[in-house]
């Protein structure tokens, strides 16, 4: 369920003045504590060996690291043990509506920086559950929505993971394999200034072209 090429799909790279960058939306790393299994998937151990053996110069986080709100002392051991894990590579998180006090784990790591939104390169990186910052660019990423497509034939329905761009945005599936997703078509609406767009265009992680999906 997490192979390499299953994350490989879910995450994308694009070449920065930095170098290039890996990117990848909502982990939501601990996810076992809120959706009450009983099991350790150790979902972020292996995410981790993924990121260690793409070795990126830049790790682009869109929010959403972990998933209970809070930070309990196991949601911070598993987070500084990631943090560990990914072995000095530059990382940085856009905060995302369930990253509330990560920088307490996060300022321990010399690598790890914690912002609010980040420009380069006249691109913007965001989780996306706030209004846009007042800033000039050329182009958007973010998360927040697990965006998903619904396919429908006959009297059955398969949902499955999407890109999917609105205008200058693009926004990221969640790379973890175990979270399906909402259906873009709701979630649109979870992101303030997106929510009142009226199509978007839809890629599957292999990179097909889906077309134009209306909202």
Known sequence: MYSFEAFERLSMEIETSRGRALLIADPHIGFELSRGL?????????????????????????????????LSFTMKRLLMGFFSD??????????????????????????????EHALMDGLIFLH???????????????????????????????????FFRVGRFLILPTINPFIEGFDVRQGIKMIPFLKDSREGEAFLPEGIYLGRVPL
């Open 128 to 162: 996306g559950h706030t209004n846009l910052p007042d800033v000039e660019f050329s182009e958007g990423y973010l998360g927040h929505i697990h965006p998903a497509y619904t396919f429908k034939s006959g009297g059955a329905s398969r949902k499955t993971k999407i």
């Open 38 to 70: 009983r099991i350790r998937t150790h979902f972020e151990e292996r995410l981790a060996e993924f990121i260690v053996e793409k070795d990126p110069d830049l790790l682009v986080i869109l929010g959403d690291v972990k998933e209970p709100i809070g």
């Open 86 to 115: 990914l072995r000095g590579i530059l990382t940085m998180i856009t905060k995302g509506n369930h990253d509330g006090r990560i920088e307490e784990v996060a300022g321990k790591f010399p690598h790890v920086e914690v912002v």
